[in-house]
């Protein structure tokens, strides 16, 4: 890395079903206005501007016109990252590679989604017209048949996946930006939810949401100025064949993420995941993934997710708190999503994840999942590299 | 740089910062007074609804041409195989992404397969060759085809989806009049559990 760069502002809008009050840009603006307020600079600070927006979703095209203005982006540098899932880990990559090289001293990261106002499943069913597109089972379907792969091979449970359920929807009602909450949530009452995929119940799977994250990056004399800055220390990106079936056991196996995170490891010095990593923001649209992402990521060994889950150690208070904002699976505004994974592990190290802040973070993980297995992985660190 | 000599880490704003950062039409919320879904009226806002009837013409390229073609002459799927690296890849394609080599070999591939995933899925969806909601619930697989390194996903035709199981067999069913898409493929059909499997 040419120079060191860090997260020093976040922003957020309140996550949640539909925003009828607003519009994409004005959207937009919420998210970046507070994260401005948060890194305690203006308008005319900041050098660059990086987009993330799905926008077939919205069927509206070239967001970064009509959304670039709200994101304070004239007279500057602006440009969208679109990867599916990815789009907002990967722009947020993208934002800190830019000021890494020195090109800016600031940028902006800002994704966003509104998925009230269109049909998601129609637009993921837009795939290969020629091979893919007949089998529209969208999103679910597929995921479902990769678990199920999973499960028959490390026989993982219901209620152990019922478990990262419960985590993340109980952390979610400390977080005053997610959409799904629920602090009384059981393991029967995932259990009792309907059916969609087997084994995949409607309380396993992330909502659809109306959201928008924005990110302040800064590097050189700007990141003096602030105490807590979350250093970025390394990421890694892995792209892999489009179908579902070009990898038999693609969830078991998951050769993006596990390469992706060896990378990340390696290049920061990581031997023990476990142990070294204090808070990880990961992104899990179904609950039965993230314990395949334990696995993946070195967390435990394979086959023994449903025991780490079990064990307590990732919720807050943990060895090793897995999403205390309530991740994916309580906010999915895609295009922003990823953005959020980024911007919970920076407010971890900035000491501002208020009622869901784990004590001590000095280094965060993040992952970013997109399309059939596409990933990236971010490390943040409150130690200067 | 003119940023404001605030104090470091922003932390939160008082009343005049947060006049000057929003505005009139859109002030900044502050926490507990978000202006979201649930606490606004949407009759209060006007929507634009937009029904689009657009059209796409897509190539499919050569190879997937020439794979339609073959399909609708012999009734069957063929593969294509890395010759570095061995793979049968279904749907065929001119290039192995892991070994970036080309492919020209063409692989006939059984009629049969195996079930190396399933799932019974309860939520609806539209029958994309009838355009009716396709009767819940309905099995959904992926098959590895006898002769493919790949699988693909489809529809399982079974009599009680609970008896279906990873391992199984199916075996492919063409519409009668073959219009050399993908279409053709109507869905698999199962052919009883491991025990009972028709080799």
Known sequence: ?385 | MSAPAGPPQGGAANDMERAQLGNRHHPLPREGEWRDGGSVNPDDYLHSEITLDMSWDIDVGGVMSEFFRRLKAERRLYGMRCSRCARTYLPPRPVCGDCWQEMEEWVALGRQGTLVAKTVCHYKILDSATGEPRRTPFVLGLIQLDGADTSLNHFVAAPDPGQVGIGDRVEIVFRDALQGNVGDIVHFQWLGGKAGAHG
């Open chain 1, 1 to 385: 890395m040419a120079r060191p760069v860090a997260i020093v502002g976040t922003g957020q809008t309140r996550h949640c079903k539909a925003r009828p009050d607003v519009h994409q840009g004005e959207l937009v603006n919420e998210a970046v206005t507070a994260a401005l307020l948060d890194a305690d600079l203006g308008f005319e600070d900041i050098d660059a501007i990086v987009l993330t927006n799905m926008e077939l979703f919205e069927g509206r095209a070239l967001p970064e016109l009509w959304c670039g203005e709200f994101a304070g982006g004239l007279g500057k540098p602006v440009m969208k990252v679109a990867t599916g899932g990815t789009s907002g880990t990967s722009g947020a990559i993208a934002g800190l590679i830019q000021a890494a090289s020195g090109l800016f001293d600031t940028v902006l990261v800002v994704g966003w989604e509104k998925h009230s106002e269109g049909s998601t499943q129609t637009g993921m069913s837009l795939t290969d017209p020629a091979w893919d597109r007949h089998i529209a089972s969208g999103a679910i379907g597929n995921f479902a048949l990769s678990i199920s792969q999973y499960v028959a091979r490390h026989g993982v449970t219901p209620e152990q996946a019922a478990l990262v359920a419960v985590k993340a929807r109980r952390n979610a009602a400390l977080n005053p930006h997610a959409h799904v909450k629920d602090a009384g949530i059981t393991v029967e009452k995932v259990l009792a939810s309907p059916m969609l995929a087997e084994p995949v119940r409607l309380l396993d799977m992330c909502p659809q949401s109306d959201g928008a994250c924005a990110l302040v990056i800064a590097g050189g004399d700007m990141v003096r100025r602030y105490r807590h800055p979350a250093w970025f220390r390394a990421s890694a990106t892995r792209h892999d064949q489009p179908y579902i079936g070009d990898h038999d056991q693609r969830l078991i196996k998951m050769r993006t993420l596990r390469s992706a995170a060896q990378e990340v490891y390696r290049k920061v010095g990581v031997q023990n995941p476990f142990k070294e990593i204090d808070v990880a923001e990961l992104y899990e649209p179904v609950s039965y993934v993230e314990l395949a992402w334990y696995e993946a990521l070195g967390f435990c060994a394979q086959g023994q997710a449903g025991r780490l889950i079990e064990s307590g150690a990732t919720q807050i208070g943990g060895e090793l708190p897995v999403n205390p904002s309530g991740g994916v699976l309580c906010a999915n505004p895609v295009g922003a999503t990823g953005v959020i994974r980024v911007a919970e592990a920076a407010k971890q190290l900035h000491g501002k994840a208020g009622a869901y802040q784990v004590e001590g973070v000095r280094q965060a993980l993040v992952t970013g999942y997109g399309v059939y297995a596409w990933s990236d992985v971010l490390f943040l660190s409150a130690a200067q590299p």
